[in-house]
C-alpha cells in the first residue's frame, strides 16, 4: 500500500472512532439527560395537577383537562390505590382498571414523596416513563411514552453522524492534501536514497523544509558525499593496489574459500597460461603437483615457500600463504632467465678454460722444452714464435672478452656521426691484405653513391667492419671478399661483407651470434678465430638500435648484412 493510501486510511479511521465514540457518547450522556429533564418536567406537571386536585376539584376533570393541556398522560389515585381520574380513559374504563397501590412509583411517591419508574403500562401495552408525587388526598401521576425519549436521542445521534460524515469528508479532503505534500519529498527522499544505493553519489534532494524532512534530506546529502569520499578512497586504493601487483615481476593469484580465482596479475597469467576471466575456478590453473600441493597445503593452513619447480617452459619458485578469512595467495617467481644466466654462464667459464687451455698449454710445452741447452737453434727459433703466436691468440681472446664485456654492460654509449665507410673499408681491408693476398683473394668495395656515409660511431663500426672481414677471409678459400652498402627505400643504409667461401649450413645460422659457437671448431682454432667476434659484431649494431643478418649457401659463401636505421 503507498504511503499515501496509508495516510488517508490512517486519518478515515481516526474519524470514524471519533465519530462511534461521539455516538456512544451521545447515546449514554444524551439519553441520561433527557430522561432527567424529562423527570423534572413531569415532576413539576405532576405538582401543578396535585395543586389543582387539592383546590376540591373533581379528579376526573382535573385529569382530563390537565391531560389534554400538558399532552401527558395523567391519573389520579386515592390513598387505597383506586384510579380515580385517568386522562386517557373514562369512567367506564376507569373502573375496570387495576388497582395502583402496588405499583412502583405509588409506593415510592407514598414514602419520599416522588416516585419514578419506568416500565411497559399494562393498560396502554407501551413502555412508559411514570413520575408521581404525593398530594394530600391521595397521588398524582404524570407519565410519558419512552419512545418520545427515544426519538429524541436517536435525532441526537443523526445530527452527530451527519456531523461526523460532513468533517469525514472535510478531513478527507485534507488529509489527501496534507498526505500529497508530505509524501512528495517522501517520494523524492526515498528516489535519492535508491539512486545512492545503485551507486549515483552525485544525487541529491531538492528539498529544503524545515522539521524533519529537511533534516532527512540534509542527512541524506551528507551520507552521500561521505560516501563519494569513501568510495573515492576506495577506488583510488584499489587502483593502487592493482597497480602495485601488475607492477610486480612476481605472479600473483588470489584464490578464495570458494576456490575461485578473484585475483591474477599479468604476470601469473602469462606463466600459468590462463587467460579465462576472472573470477575463474583453481581447477583450471596447470596441474602441476608442486603448484596444486602448495595450494592444498595452504587451505589447510600451512605455509608453503620457495619450492622449484617447471611449468612449461618456465622455470619458477612456487609459494603459498593462507588467508585468516579462508582462500590462499599464491607467489610465483619466474627463475627461467636466472636458470638460463647460470647456464650461460657456466658455459662462458667452460669456453674460457677451454679457448684459453690449449694455447696455455701450447706455450708451457714449448717453454719447457726451451730450457733444454741442446735444442737446435732452428728448433729453438720455431718454439718461440709458436709460443708468440698463441700468446697473440690468448691476447686477442681477452681483448675481445674485455670488449663484449664492456658493452654487454653498458659501460659503452655509441656516439654517432656521419662516418665514411669507403674509408672503413680500406682500413679493414689494410689489416687483412697479407692474408688475402697469401689465398689470392679480391678484395672488393661496392658502395653506392647515395649511402656513402652513414650515421654511426665510427669506432664501432670499424671494428664491425674488421671483424666481419676478418671472418670472411678466414673462411674463404679462393674468390673475392666484398664490402658494400646500399641505401634502402626506408631511408636506412645496409652495410655487409659478401664472400665465396665455404658458406654455413643452414641448422647453424641460428647461432653463428652466439658466443664461442664455431660452424667449425677445429678450423677455426688453426686460423686465429675467439669465437667471439660475431657476438660483439651484433651487441655493437643493436646499441645503435639496428640489426644484423647472415645469409648463406653452403659452398658459395655467406652475406652478413647490418642495417643502421639512419641515414645521412
Known amino acids: 500500500m503507498r504511503l499515501t493510501s496509508r495516510l488517508l486510511a490512517g486519518a478515515l479511521a481516526v474519524i470514524g472512532v471519533n465519530i462511534v465514540v461521539m455516538t456512544l457518547i451521545v447515546n449514554v450522556q444524551l439519553s441520561g439527560r433527557l430522561r432527567d429533564q424529562a423527570v423534572d418536567a413531569l415532576t413539576r406537571d405532576a405538582r401543578m395537577v396535585a395543586s389543582h386536585w387539592a383546590d376540591g376539584a373533581d379528579a376526573y376533570n382535573v385529569a382530563r383537562q390537565d391531560g389534554s393541556s400538558l399532552g401527558h398522560r395523567v391519573t389520579i389515585i386515592r390513598p387505597d390505590g383506586v384510579v380515580i381520574g385517568d386522562s386517557d380513559f373514562d369512567r367506564e374504563g376507569m373502573a375496570q382498571m387495576d388497582n395502583h397501590a402496588t ?23 407501551d413502555d412508559e416513563l411514570y413520575v408521581a408525587v404525593s398530594a394530600a388526598a391521595g397521588t398524582v401521576r404524570v407519565s410519558l411514552p419512552v419512545y418520545e425519549l427515544t426519538q429524541r436521542v436517536q435525532s441526537a445521534k443523526q445530527a452527530v453522524v451527519i456531523a461526523g460524515v460532513i468533517a469525514l469528508l472535510v478531513a478527507l479532503v ?37 522539521g524533519e524532512l529537511g533534516e532527512l534530506s540534509l542527512s541524506l546529502g551528507d551520507l552521500s558525499s561521505q560516501l563519494a569520499t569513501r568510495a573515492a578512497a576506495r577506488d583510488a586504493h584499489e ?17 578464495d574459500d570458494r576456490r575461485q580465482v578473484v585475483r591474477a596479475n599479468d604476470t601469473a597469467r602469462r606463466l600459468t597460461s590462463v587467460a579465462a576471466p ?59 632467465r636466472l636458470r638460463r644466466l647460470e ?74 656521426t ?15 691484405h ?11 668495395t661496392e658502395v653506392d653513391a647515395d649511402a656513402q656515409h652513414v650515421t654511426a660511431d665510427p669506432t664501432a663500426l670499424g671494428q664491425v667492419l674488421r671483424n666481419l672481414v676478418e671472418n670472411a677471409v678466414r673462411h674463404t678459400p679462393a674468390g673475392s671478399v666484398t664490402v658494400f652498402a646500399t641505401r634502402e627505400p626506408s631511408g636506412a643504409i645496409a652495410v655487409g661483407v659478401r664472400d665465396t667461401g665455404v658458406g ?31 657476438a660483439i659484431v651484433k651487441h655493437l649494431v643493436e646499441a645503435h638500435g639496428g640489426n644484423v643478418r647472415a645469409e648463406s649457401e653452403p659452398g658459395r659463401g655467406t652475406t652478413f648484412t647490418v642495417r643502421f636505421p639512419n641515414g645521412v
Do not use: C
Open 239 to 255: 587502483t593502487l593496489l592493482v597497480q602495485l601487483i601488475e607492477s610486480l615481476n612476481e605472479g600473483v593469484i588470489g584464490v
Open 103 to 125: 405499583r412502583p412509583e405509588i409506593v415510592a411517591a407514598r414514602t419520599s414523596g416522588v416516585g419514578v419508574s419506568t416500565r411497559t403500562s399494562p393498560s396502554r401495552g
Open 504 to 534: 654455413i649450413e643452414p641448422e647453424h645460422l641460428p647461432r653463428v651470434f652466439e658466443r664461442f659457437y664455431r660452424v667449425d671448431p677445429a678450423r677455426s682454432r688453426q686460423e686465429g678465430g675467439t669465437g667471439l667476434g660475431l
Open 343 to 416: 647456464a650461460v654462464r657456466r658455459d662462458f667459464v667452460a669456453n674460457v678454460s677451454h679457448e684459453l687451455r690449449t694455447p696455455l698449454t701450447v706455450i708451457g710445452g714449448f717453454a719447457e722444452t726451451l730450457t733444454h741447452d741442446d735444442l737446435p737453434e732452428a728448433d729453438r727459433r720455431q718454439f718461440v714464435n709458436r709460443i708468440v703466436l698463441n700468446t697473440a691468440r690468448m691476447q686477442r681472446l681477452v681483448d675481445d672478452l674485455l670488449d663484449l664485456s664492456r658493452i654487454e654492460s653498458g659501460g659503452w654509449v655509441p656516439t654517432p
Open 174 to 210: 485534507l488529509a489527501a492534501a496534507l498526505a500529497r505534500r508530505i509524501v512528495r519529498p517522501v517520494v523524492e527522499l526515498s528516489e535519492v536514497a535508491r539512486g545512492i544505493a545503485a551507486g549515483d553519489l552525485a544525487r541529491r534532494a531538492a528539498i529544503d523544509a524545515p
Open 434 to 444: 697479407d692474408a688475402a693476398a697469401a689465398k689470392g683473394l679480391a678484395l672488393v
Open 278 to 336: 576472472l573470477p575463474f575456478s583453481a581447477d583450471l590453473l596447470p596441474r602441476n603437483a608442486v603448484l596444486r600441493g602448495a595450494l592444498e597445503s595452504a587451505f589447510s593452513g600451512t605455509l608453503t615457500e620457495g619450492v622449484e619447480t617447471q611449468i612449461d617452459t618456465y622455470t619458477m619458485s612456487v609459494s603459498a600463504r593462507p588467508l585468516a578469512g579462508g582462500g590462499a595467495v599464491l607467489a610465483l617467481l619466474d627463475l627461467t
Open 418 to 432: 656521419a662516418t665514411d665507410i669507403v674509408e672503413l673499408a680500406a682500413d679493414a681491408f689494410a689489416e687483412v
